[in-house]
């Protein structure tokens, strides 16, 4: 891709700016604006800062869509200044729109909108309210950094930025110590997936470097990645460790196995951050580097296969353990995990697109399912446990239909957006020469799996008898939380009521982007189909192996067999639920007792996962700290007193010598000197006489020893 082909488009720079400007004077002002203003200025600043960032990520779109499709790759550019020029390495500042970064933002911008929207009726009695728009606002601008940046550096700085924002927001109410703790956790498994994210870039840059075209640019790597080709490093192809590096890296941050812990915990925070890490920003962001990345992605088979089973086995975890919780947020944020594991699933069986489908469709309905479970949680007094909840539908008519259409869309029900997008996956997972049948099979019990514990969470919430007369009296509130848990409905009262118009708006738009959303990944035989595929096309190519499957031995009927079965398993997840939890049919128990009920207390306690943590890493850093801790307190600082001991005793010994030899021999000499020159000064008299007398006295002296000399041997 020739410089010359991507276009400049200086007003790119506002769509990352605007949010950080916003976060700036929230963060500087915000209190004093907060005090003289009220919250409706601050929060009317936050909004209209992302929504203008959103209305120029539309406008950049339709750039795009007036280029022609060749021109597409480079998209448009904007330099704002050198950045590190050292040695081989040439990276300015600058942000790229191209085909996957516009999709990105406007999910980003769009979505983050709304929930701001929601977040200023949610947060209102907040009184730190300036703070958390402060935070809200910096987060989406890392998270359009990470997405615009035209670099692997400047994605890295974006990376770095939401990992701190989401301590910030996870910890919000810090007066707690499980959000303190939570905060922490979510930091801590990104360090290690960034520590294998920082081994990739310095790998690419190395490579790279070795064969001339040292870069870090996304549009010059890709030029040149068919360099690596064959390339080896400790015996391994260093494609293959360059990809297994940047992998780690997103399981960190997209939360798959072995990190994915810290994203249940991530509930401590207010609901509209769970929506925003959920849906718009963070948990993507590994799933996006992926897709930036596909060409080197491409060239190692061996690195895919561990993405696809990686993402299965996620999937698969993650939903045996949602279908126990009872928090109405915990349910879902291990629904969110088991959803990102489908879209490392697509991604690992070469898929880039669908992954990518998914990441968009799945944005809508889970952040309509989280601003949903928010609106119940704002009802219920921030009563987040699903058994004491139970016939809200009536109460919160709004934000029931909206839940349902949201729950339908991720349950895989025909029409709806989650089903179009999670039958592609399906559908690559079985057929690609990268799937097979065991990945499928996976794939069609977890989406079974998901239908299952989604219809399960909205019988529990929203039918049945109500379980939450007396709640007002019986629950409790945290400090933190007692400051915001008015929202206009104190004094009291136990009825549930529906949430206010800055709540329910958003769920509205984000309930028809559930269904609608679906339009951009219709299979090749229905009207519009592929429409994400031919956007991405110039920027996402899936690799050659799959593409010459897809042109040569594709079977649409396999396909809709393929399809078949995975709305049966949809179904099938839907009437066991209902069997189970609305009807009674079934008893809960028959399940719950199960192989003495080892797997029911399996699921519902994470299949202690956080204890094996504990038992294992956690002690093994434990035992680590403290070996080290006795080198550093035994063998370090032995040797820094020992050192320091003989520097005493040697400067001891150096001031003897200096104090009785040196100084001795000094003083001696001065003193013999002070000696002599008194006794010298005797014959400094001045008396005038006596100096005539010493000289004549001197002088007749002389001549007579002259006389003497001279005449003695004389005969």
């Not at 021109?71 to 942000?95: C, K, N, Q, S, Y």
């Amino acid at each position: 891709m020739s410089e010359s082909h991507v276009a400049q488009a200086p007003y790119v720079a506002l769509i990352p700016l605007l949010p950080l400007a916003g976060a700036i004077v929230l963060g500087f002002f915000g209190e004093r604006m907060q005090a003289r203003l009220g919250k409706q200025a601050i929060g009317t600043l936050a909004v209209a800062t992302v929504t203008a960032s959103f209305v120029l990520s539309l406008v950049a779109f339709l750039q795009l869509v007036g280029m022609e499709e060749h021109a597409r790759e480079g998209g448009l550019l904007v330099t704002l200044l050198p950045w590190i020029h050292v040695g081989t390495l040439h990276v300015d500042l600058a942000f790229q729109v191209d085909p996957l970064s516009s999709a990105m933002i406007l999910v980003v911008t769009g979505i983050g909108a709304l929930i701001h929207l929601y977040a200023t009726a949610y947060m209102h009695e907040d009184p730190a309210f300036w703070r958390f728009f402060a935070y809200m606002n910096l987060f989406i601008f890392a998270m359009l950094t990470l997405v615009l940046g035209d670099s692997l550096l400047l994605m890295f700085v974006g990376w770095e930025g939401v990992g701190f924002c989401s301590w910030a927001l996870i910890g919000f109410w810090h007066q707690e110590l499980p959000n303190t703790t939570a905060a922490n956790k979510a930091f801590i498994f990104n360090r290690i997936g960034d520590f294998g994210f920082v081994l990739g870039i310095f790998l690419i840059f190395w490579s790279l470097d070795a064969h001339g075209h040292a870069t870090l640019v996304f549009r010059q790597m890709r030029e040149h990645a068919h360099l690596l080709d064959g390339m080896q490093l400790w015996g391994w192809p260093v494609v293959t460790l360059i990809t297994l590096f940047l992998f780690v890296g997103a399981t960190g941050k997209s939360a798959q196995i072995p990190l994915y812990v810290w994203l249940p915990d991530a509930m401590a925070g207010p609901t509209p951050v769970s929506a925003l890490i959920h849906a718009a920003t963070m948990v993507t962001a590994g799933l996006y580097m992926i897709a930036r990345m596909n060409f080197l992605f491409s060239m190692s088979p061996a690195t895919l296969h561990v993405v696809a089973i990686i993402g299965a086995a996620t999937a698969v975890v993650a939903a045996t353990i949602a279908i126990t919780q009872n928090d109405i947020k915990k349910v879902l944020a291990y629904s969110t995990v088991s959803q990102l594991g489908y879209m490392f699933l697509a991604m690992g069986v070469g898929d880039y697109v669908a992954g990518m489908s998914h990441v968009i469709t799945h944005a809508f309905f889970k952040a309509c399912l989280f601003l949903g479970s928010g609106s119940v949680i704002h009802a219920m007094h921030h009563e987040q446990d699903m058994r004491k909840m139970g016939g809200l539908r009536p109460y919160m008519p709004r934000t029931f239909w909206t839940f349902l259409v949201a729950t339908l869309a991720i349950a895989g029900v025909p029409g709806l957006a989650g089903f179009w997008s999670k039958d592609e996956i399906l559908w690559m997972a079985y057929a690609s020469p990268l799937g097979g049948t065991a990945l499928w099979l996976t794939g069609v019990g977890v989406a079974a799996l998901t239908a299952c514990y989604m219809f399960r969470q909205v019988y529990m919430t929203f039918f049945g008898e109500p379980r939450w007369a007396g709640h007002d009296a019986g629950h409790g509130h945290g400090v933190a939380h007692a400051a915001h848990d008015g929202h206009g409905h104190g004094g009291g009262h136990a009825t549930p009521h529906e949430s206010p118009w800055q709540m329910t708006v958003p769920l509205v738009v984000l309930a028809i982007g559930a269904v609608a959303s679906g339009l951009i990944c219709l299979p090749h035989w229905m009207p519009f189909s592929g429409l994400l595929d031919h956007w991405l096309e110039p920027v996402v190519k899936m690799p050659e192996e799959i593409a010459h499957w897809k042109h040569e031995a594709y079977s649409l009927t396999v396909e809709w067999a393929v399809m078949a079965v995975s709305v049966i398993g949809a179904f099938a997840g839907i009437a066991l639920a209902t069997l189970v939890f609305k009807t009674g049919t079934i008893p809960p128990e028959r399940f719950s007792n199960l192989a003495g009920g080892w797997l029911y207390r399996g699921s519902l306690d994470k299949w202690w996962v956080d204890e094996l943590y504990e038992a294992t890493v956690l002690r093994a850093t434990l035992v680590l700290t403290r070996v080290l801790a006795w080198f550093d307190a035994t063998i370090i600082d032995g040797i820094v007193n020992g050192a320091a001991a003989l520097v005493r005793v040697v400067s001891r010994v150096e001031g003897l010598f200096d104090n009785y030899v040196v100084d001795g021999a000094v003083n001696g000499v001065a003193n013999g000197t002070f000696a002599i020159g008194r006794r010298v000064r005797l014959i400094q008299s001045g008396a005038i006489s006596a100096y005539l007398f010493v000289v004549v006295a001197g002088v007749l002296g002389g001549v007579l020893a002259y006389y003497y000399l001279a005449f003695a041997g004389t005969p």
